[in-house]
């Protein structure tokens, strides 16, 4: 088992920053593929972001490319989403998830764990 809170959420104008943090614990962090999922008003939930667990290898959607970056680090037992040049179609409820297989990928059913999501809300 592992449990997930995140953190970082919150209002920000267009072309603004946040960075989110997920914390986790329970099992060993460092054996975890790690992701960011979002879910906006009205929307299916969305893959963001994942990272493997040595960090060797990302991946982003492409509405975050350029962007978003994702982050972990092992010792903290903790992975990061660098937002940067935020826009309003950006406002979600994050989510971080964790999957116990080698390898990452956008599709959610791959993740064992999952988060309870932090608000983004991107607003002049």
């Known amino acids: 088992q592992v449990q997930l809170v995140e953190s970082g959420g919150g209002l920000v104008q267009p072309g603004g920053s946040l960075r989110l943090s997920c914390a986790a614990s329970?099992?060993?962090?460092?054996?975890?593929?790690m992701a960011w999922f979002r879910q906006g008003p009205g929307r299916e939930r969305e893959f963001v972001a994942a990272?493997?667990?040595?960090?060797?290898?990302?991946d982003y959607a492409d509405s975050v490319k350029g962007r978003f970056t994702i982050s972990r680090d092992n010792a903290k037992n903790t992975v990061y989403l660098q937002m940067n040049s935020l826009k309003p179609e950006d406002t979600a409820l994050y989510y971080c998830?964790?999957?116990?297989?080698?390898?990452?990928?956008?599709?959610?059913?791959?993740?064992?764990?999952w988060g309870q999501g932090t608000q983004v809300t991107v607003s002049s």
């Open positions: 329970g099992r060993t962090f460092s054996s975890f593929a």
């Open positions: 990272i493997t667990q040595s960090a060797g290898n990302t």
């Open positions: 998830a964790a999957a116990t297989a080698r390898g990452i990928t956008p599709a959610p059913r791959w993740y064992n764990y």
